[in-house]
């Protein structure tokens, strides 16, 4: 039986009784780059996240990490090189 959603009334708010967050298990690949999986099942998802240390963060340019993540997958045809 389908039941309509009652879009005028929010649902009720219930407390979080428990949080079970599986553990990571740690792989290192041949050359050595560490990577952590969590095995959550079967699903149809697959996340992948890289990580890097920004040695050349500056605070009085915070949207400049954010232009550079957007222009990341774009790549470039040729390589530019500066003196």
Same mark, same amino acid.
């Given at each position: 039986m389908n039941q309509i959603l009652d879009r005028l009334n929010p649902p009720q708010r219930a407390d979080i009784q428990k949080i079970n967050v599986p553990q990571a298990?740690? @792989?290192?690949?041949?050359? *050595?780059?560490?990577? @952590?999986?969590?095995?959550? *099942?079967?699903?149809?998802?697959?996340?992948?996240?890289?990580l890097f240390p920004n040695v050349d963060f500056n605070p009085k340019k915070p949207l400049l990490n954010s232009a550079t993540n957007r222009m990341l997958p774009r790549g470039q045809r040729s390589t530019i090189l500066s003196s």
């Open positions: 298990k740690l @792989y290192r690949l041949d050359n *050595g780059i560490p990577v @952590y999986a969590i095995n959550a *099942g079967f699903q149809d998802l697959v996340k992948v996240e890289f």
